[in-house]
């Protein structure tokens, strides 16, 4: 993984992108094969910020963009190049080779951007975000930004990393629906648990809750699509914290 990163030139440092010519907010891909499939968007502008989008665990669709399009593209207008992997076909108990792979080949097509890193992750990308982000910082390339979007439950079997690996850069942010009838917080009280257990400094984690509208209902499926509800409610919130740790 070290070797791979570093050919690469994955970095939570701030500067610009030496990117070939892409259309920014288009869709680009798939690239790679299987589980290293990747999907890729440039930035609107210079890019200032590098997001890793983890999907939640839906099958087929939820592995490809489809479901979450919108949210990808405005990002990408927010000035951040968007990576998104497939990471498995059905279930992986170890995603983060691929996870890897598919980040390493979206890099190059983007030139290399030097940017502040963020890992996004939604259900059960949401609980494998604060894994992802423990691997990059222990082979020296910490984001800046985990935000879990209703993260779930680690599955039986499932690889977790040490989460002691974080030195002063990384906030965490966990977003819970207080209509999720699915995961209903248990997996944010999991990785705080996990998180207490590792030392990792109160101050620098926040717990928001995601409270339901008149037209809004925080359900764990509100994070799909693109609602009203859900770019005021998810989708600004997560803009500001990105915006934060620029």
């Known amino acids: 993984m070290v070797l791979l990163l570093a050919a690469v030139g994955v970095t939570a440092g701030c500067g610009g992108s030496s990117a070939p010519q892409l259309t920014p907010l288009q869709q680009q891909g798939p690239l790679g094969k299987g589980a290293r499939e990747v999907w890729f968007y440039a930035a609107k502008g210079k890019p200032r910020s590098l997001v890793i989008f983890l999907h939640g665990y839906g099958g087929p669709v939820e592995e490809t963009p ?39 080949r979206a890099r190059r097509r983007l030139g290399n951007p ?44 499932e690889r977790l ?3 002691r690996s974080f030195d002063s850069k990384l906030r965490v942010a966990m977003m819970v629906g207080d ?23 109160a101050s620098r984690i926040k717990l928001m809750m995601i409270r ?35």
């Open 66 to 104: 489809a479901n979450h399009v919108a949210w990808l593209k405005h990002l990408a207008a927010e000035g951040s190049d968007v990576v998104y992997p497939r990471y498995e076909v059905d279930v992986s108990t170890n995603p983060y080779p691929d996870i890897d792979a598919a980040l390493a």
């Open 212 to 246: 339901s509208t008149r037209t809004f209902k925080a359900t764990h499926v509100s994070v799909l699509g693109a609602s009203p509800g859900a770019k005021s409610e998810i989708w600004k919130p997560a803009d500001r914290l990105i915006d934060s740790v620029r």
């Open 161 to 163: 990393i040490s989460l």
């Open 114 to 157: 030097n940017v502040p890193i963020v890992v996004i992750g939604y259900s059960r990308g949401g609980r494998l975000a604060i894994d992802y982000a423990a691997s990059l910082a222990a082979h020296g390339h910490e984001p800046r930004l985990a935000l879990l979007v209703f993260p779930a439950v680690h599955a039986p079997g």
């Open 179 to 201: 209509k999720d009838k699915v995961v209903d917080g248990v997996g944010a009280r999991v990785v705080l648990a996990r998180l207490e257990l590792a030392d990792f400094p």
